[in-house]
Nanobody, 126 residues
Framework: QVQLVESGGGLVQPGGSLRLSCAAS????????IGWFRQAPGKGREGVSCSGSSDSITYYADSVKGRFTISRDNAKNTVYLQMNTLKPGDTAVYYC???????????????????WGQGTQVTVSS
């Protein structure tokens, strides 16, 4: 069964830190681009951070640059989001994503797969 399961969310004061985890099962995370998205009440889902399968190319939303870090541990098949200096504006449900789009043979056949976690709540409040 293919799953992404987030954990590590909770209530934290402004300026605090949290580390979110996303455990993958049923597929090999090593070959997937990974990302974290979030959705605040009444707002659409926005990209927070993404990284290619090689981890050599990363993206961070302007609002989190310098504060958040995306990483993975392929041996544990797990994605992480380290969140420092949290602000009230970071309050949202955070979702883990894994995606692959890759040519796999000389005829041009491709793997096209995308998975989402169920989300974990992060609340930043004094």
């Amino acid at each position: 069964q293919v799953q992404l399961v987030e954990s590590g969310g909770g209530l934290v004061q402004p300026g605090g830190s949290l580390r979110l985890s996303c455990a993958a099962s049923g597929f090999t995370l090593r070959y997937y681009a990974i990302g974290w998205f979030r959705q605040a009440p009444g707002k659409g889902r926005e990209g927070v951070s993404c990284s290619g399968s090689s981890d050599s190319i990363t993206y961070y939303a302007d609002s989190v640059k310098g504060r958040f870090t995306i990483s993975r541990d392929n041996a544990k098949n797990t994605v992480y989001l380290q969140m420092n200096t949290l602000k009230p504006g970071d309050t949202a449900v955070y979702y883990c994503n894994a995606k692959i789009s890759r040519v796999v043979n000389v005829e041009g056949a491709r793997i096209e797969r995308e998975y989402w976690g169920q989300g974990t709540q992060v609340t930043v409040s004094s």
